[in-house]
């Protein structure tokens, strides 16, 4: 199904066209792989308002990686290192620089999970395993899915332990305070050209899940750079997973550029939402996050396009938030710089007051403030 210029969006509560045979019940973490992963965690803690969760490393018996996991609210993040030359972390760095390695789902059957997906045809990234220390057992097992990257199904009604077996408890002196980030609304993959609809009938097919709605090139175009994209879905609509594939425009797409940078299709963003837009965007901004800003002519008419809003327009103008409405309500988000290196991965936040689209109305105010930035790395 594609949806026409100017045809209505009818976006569902959840997704009744998906079959939810997982099922899946949220995020349970995101796995980088990162360079440095103890100097990462500090970033996303001093900058981000993560705390200190959990640990693994030599002193919990591991040889040769370290694991750093941080959390606010439902958000879990894992941040891995090597700490020897060679292996499967420095290559997937070498290749990606730091990303997005694992997309861990929380599921109430982990086996069960294996089981649909890879007799569906998912490819296998790791039979099911049983991992068990004094606080109780989990279960992990995992598929790949677009570039090097992998869905893990977790497992951890029978764990009672403060992230999962084999983790220490860290709870280190410095606990920085949350900038109220809740949970993590979607996630999105960047892939090849034309691979959009591969990608799309995998999340159908091996997951079941269903498209809630999509962007055509004419949607999404500006004057040089375009892309495709269509939002994947599944049952209780807790995960969704937009997808987008390059589109041919007068110069070098984004998408494109991702591409290039990262080595392949990987995660482009992960949006994490919040109750206070104004108040968390205030506080990110103060500890150095770097947000894309839009013309202030932006804020003219955009009253005009989406009608009336319960925020001051004042604020969000001064820090540069979008405001988008659908049939049910209307969003507020911002878009940062890449938190990476490489022009590869940036974070969304975003504040729903009843929407449940993506911003669609944004895209070109969103895409032209990227190419100003591609334009200043040389890469248009
Ligand atoms: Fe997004």
Not at 31 to 57: D, I, R, T
Not at 284 to 295: A, S
């Amino acid at each position: 199904m594609k949806i026409q210029e100017n045809e209505s969006i009818e976006l569902p509560k959840e997704n009744p066209e998906a079959k939810d045979f997982l099922p899946l019940l949220g995020t349970d973490y995101v796995e980088l792989y990162v360079g440095n992963a103890k100097q990462a965690a500090y970033y996303y803690m001093s900058a981000w308002g993560f705390q200190p969760l959990a640990y693994a490393g030599l002193e919990t018996g591991l040889k040769d990686r370290v694991s750093y996991v941080i959390q606010q609210d439902k958000i879990r993040l894992v941040l891995t290192s090597s700490l020897v030359a060679g292996g499967e972390i420095n290559r997937h760095v070498d290749a990606h620089g730091d990303g997005v390695k694992a997309i861990a789902l929380w599921v109430a059957d982990s086996a069960s999970s294996y089981r649909e997906t890879t007799s569906r045809g998912a490819e296998s990234y790791m039979t099911p395993e049983v991992l068990e220390d004094e606080d109780g057992r989990a279960v992990i097992s995992g598929i790949h899915t677009y570039g090097e990257t992998v869905h893990l199904f977790v497992e951890r009604k029978d764990y009672h332990g403060v992230f999962l077996p084999g983790y220490s408890s860290w709870n280190p002196r410095y606990q920085p305070t949350s900038v109220g980030l809740r949970y993590i609304d979607h996630m999105v993959g960047n892939v090849g050209w034309n691979e959009m609809n591969k990608w799309c009938e995998f999340y159908a097919k091996v997951m079941g899940f269903a498209q809630l709605v999509s962007f055509d090139d004419k949607d999404i175009s500006t004057d040089y750079t375009a892309l495709m994209s269509k939002v994947m879905s599944n049952g209780n609509g807790r995960i969704k997973f937009p997808i987008n594939e390059p589109a041919d425009g007068r110069k070098k797409s984004q998408i494109e550029e991702y591409i290039q940078f990262y080595n392949g299709a990987g995660v482009q963003h992960m949006a994490m939402a919040t109750n206070n837009i104004i108040e968390t965007v205030s506080g990110l901004r103060d500890r150095g996050v770097e947000f894309l800003t839009v013309p202030s002519s932006y804020y003219d008419d955009v009253l005009d396009r989406v009608g009336e809003i319960d925020e001051e327009l004042e604020p969000l103008k001064e820090l540069g938030i979008l405001i988008d409405r659908d049939d049910e309500g209307y969003l507020l988000q911002i878009f940062t710089k890449p938190v990476l290196d490489r022009p590869t991965m940036f974070i969304e936040i975003i504040q729903r007051k009843g929407a449940k689209s993506f911003g669609k109305g944004n895209f070109k105010a969103l895409f032209e403030a990227i190419e100003r930035e591609q334009e200043a790395r040389g890469t248009l």
